[in-house]
């Protein structure tokens, strides 16, 4: 499975990016799709997961309310909505996706993922 992130770039402190993820096949029938990022000089956190099956998503805190993650199950895409950007979430932002289900306590943890996309920057000037 090969996991598609083309977005990412460059864009001044409170704007907004859309970053999207496509997955290369569509054989699974329950899995989870999520968003991670590495920051220069810091270990890769967790950023949202989301479900493919009904609406649980999960966020890291530091995210919530400004960021929302959405998919789209026909594209097998899963959709990263970043709204005023700050300085601090420069990172590399990976797509990562488990082909199972996994209970909620767990989509935050990188461990719970099989294939990675290979990261997109994302950069935020101020």
């Known amino acids: 499975v090969q996991l598609q992130a083309p977005g990412g770039g460059l864009v001044q402190a409170g704007g907004s990016l859309r970053l999207s993820c496509a997955a290369s096949?569509?054989?699974?029938?329950?899995?989870?799709m999520g968003w991670f990022r590495q920051a220069p000089g810091k270990e890769r956190e967790f950023v949202a997961a989301?479900?493919?099956?009904?609406?649980?998503?999960v966020y890291a805190t530091s995210v919530k309310g400004r960021f929302t993650i959405s998919r789209d199950n026909a594209k097998v895409t899963v959709y990263l909505q970043m709204n005023r950007l700050k300085p601090e979430v420069t990172a590399v932002y990976y797509c990562?996706?488990?082909?199972?289900?996994?209970?909620?306590?767990?989509?935050?943890?990188?461990?719970?993922?099989?294939?990675w996309g290979q990261g997109t920057l994302v950069t935020v000037s101020s």
């Open positions: 990562a996706l488990a082909p199972r289900h996994i209970i909620l306590t767990a989509m935050g943890n990188e461990a719970s993922y099989d294939y």
């Open positions: 989301i479900r493919w099956r009904g609406d649980n998503t």
């Open positions: 096949e569509r054989t699974f029938s329950n899995y989870v």
